[in-house]
């Protein structure tokens, strides 16, 4: 009744303004979060199953899953920043198979364990090098590039293990630092906050981030006001070596073990995370944030299908739709703004 | 039902539109305009940016369904909530919008079989040579001066604009069923070639054809639309026979009772000429820009003028380092500038804001504050981080200073008007206060009351000191803004004119020489 009282006093289209306004508010929560809620309402969701309600809310299995997943998240973000300027990097994940295997078998011949993963880590960089001087001075579609980098690491990866999984001579230290915990958390998800502080930085808070963002927005703009396009093309693909790298020596202390498979699993799910991250935090932005509430949402999701005793292949379906239903769902969003570009890929595409 | 601004009616009109609105999240686009059109009349739509004609035009194109009202065309109507693009098609209304939708890359006889469909033979095989045959008679009734094999990418705007308007065009001579409606197709023509396009256009009205223009340049209405509404914050305000309207009456209608006013001209920018220029051409030949003299001093606005294919925007370029000369020389302050890259030149004091705003000057989904700050991004480097909050308050000095309206720092660019949008990519530069600005078409589909606006921004640069390089293809912006106006013709220097120039003598100057095709 006391809204019919307000509408009587004061002008028809203030009212009418104030409503729309708190709608827009609403929504615009509703797009940062929306995500993040869903991906709470499955916990609950999970928590209450008869089949899952024993055995999803206990510490156990939140520790493990999210000690799982910290490699995956670091592969996403080393995916993430590609994306920021709209380009793709399918060699993540035969990347990261690379890393591992180098370090696992750097291990196994006895290296110092800093050695060794600084093998894994400079590996994976040089191939980011690689992508990125093929990219940008010769010009050769990102797609197309780190479509064939992942082709031939994959055959490098087969080579170097004989197509064996490498478990030999991994000292227990380092497997030890894989399965740890710290502080109550597992090693890895410390490792992941540190490495997604420092992405968030970059992307947010340094130039760097600004002139990436930049880029993916409008590549003729960014080099008509003075970018050097070339320049944070590279670093951009140079930056995700470095950190699947990084997620590879961890795949190692993580499984203690490296083999030729390992790689190829995490490229679509770090490509599917890193998109997702366009719906949730920064709407519209491939964004930090959005990548660890992707991830979250991810897990939590297969974890609990996995203890439903789902089989495999229904995972397999509902990530794909997750993926699909995200991204669309965030381009709606971005629509109802007025906003006129969807999250999309724009040049040459 | 006598509305303030209403002069005579529409008997029988062909088409009406019926208390439409429409509105974008929080923004109201349309607030119940109503629309008229008589049959084969040549009709205007007009109202500044924002006011929400391209909203109705896209309602009406079924590209955006409205949250109510209705359409009837032909005596059928519509509801306007659930008019698509197909139904607006067979009710035989066709468009040619302000961003032509043409395919670049590939040749003018495939762009124009896209809408029609390609003729076909055997097993759906392609005929080329009858595709090929009818897009040469469709160049010719358009006097387009290029062949059906040609790469649309390879012509200019303005061609690729005429192409797409004879490709709405090419099947409707003699249907008089048929409402064509133009958004905008004007903006990238020159002189020459908007007088080409509206004979044709009145050919076609005094044949039967129904014409909607909507257009920023009042100029060209004058004369030649029968009626005109007129839009202002989403509500229809005058719908009037134009007949004997003056430009200045309809600059009124556009920007209303207390907007600016078109005699706010302001003092000229005092002519500060040093002794020294600030840049300094010699036997420039660069693409079609042939062996090219002149000076440019501090304080002044230079104007370039010339018809499309002058070779203006090539100048621009090349002074910007994104093209390399194959001879002659360019001094700034006396040194060589030598540059290859945007970077370089920027660091030399140049500032550059390209024609295509879309294209090569805006971050649509970045906030108003990073596109204003995407010129000197580095500046705000505190060591350890970006200072955010430093940015979004300069931002806001600066949106108060260049009179930009929007909700704030943190809006997203692509939710600004078109003017809005290029008074930031003014303010960008302006803020690095730079020794040599150029603008190319900078008010290129810009409404009278932002133009105005975007005019006072350029004589300040001036007056603070810049050396202004203004190519535009609109003869009396030059003649109102430019200290000096220099006539390119086909790459060489024609004529120059002091202060004294008028658009009619910049007009013919331009077109000197040029008829030799």
Redesign the interface.
Known sequence: MSTIGKAETSPPSEVGRRRVRTGSILSTALEKYGLLLITIGIAIFFSVLPATSETFPTSANLKAIAGNQSVAAIAALGALIPLVIREFDLSIGANLGLSSVFCASALGSGWLPLLAIGVGVGMSLVVGLTNALLITRLKINGVITTLGMATALQGVVIWRTKGNALVEGIPKSWTKFGGGTFLGMPNTVWVLAVVALGVYFMLQHTPMGRYLYMLGSNRGAAQLVGLKVKLYTGAAFVMAGLLVGLAGVLQVSRSGSASAAVGEQFTLPALAAAFLSGAAIRPGRFNTGGLLVAIAFLATLNGGLNLAGAQTYVSDIVNGAALVVGVGLAGFFARQRGQTQDIDLGGGW | MARPGESGAVASPILRAEKVSK??????ALRGASLALGRSQIHGLIGGNGSGKSTLIKVLAGVHAADEGHIEVNGVTFDARSFTASDAHSAGLRFVHQQPSVFRDMTVAENLAADRGFARGVAGRIKWRDVNAHAAKVLERFEIGLRPKDELLTASPALQMMVAVARALQDQEGTEDGILVLDEATAALTGPEVDLLTQALRRYAAQGQTIMVVTHRVEELVGFADRITALRDGAVVAAVDAGPLTHENIVDLIVGPDGLSDDAGEPDAVIGRASDPALSVRGLSVGRVRDLDFDAYAGEVLGFAGTVGSGRTTLLRTI?G?QQRQAGSIDLDGKPLDVNS??Q???RGVA?L?EDRG????????TVA?NLS??V??S??GGM??R?RKERRDATDLMRQYRIHASGPDA?L??LSGGNQQKVMIA?WMRRKPRILMLDDPTQGVDVGARREIYKLIRRAASEGAAVLLASSDFEELAELSTRVLVLVNGRLGASFGTDCDSERLHRAALAGTGEK
């Open positions: 509105s974008f999240g929080s923004t109201r910007f994104q945007a970077t030149a920027i660091t550059y390209p294209g090569l000057a805006s971050f649509p989904d970045m990073e995407a010129s991004v580095g705000y480097w981080r970006l955010s997203l692509s939710t960008r």
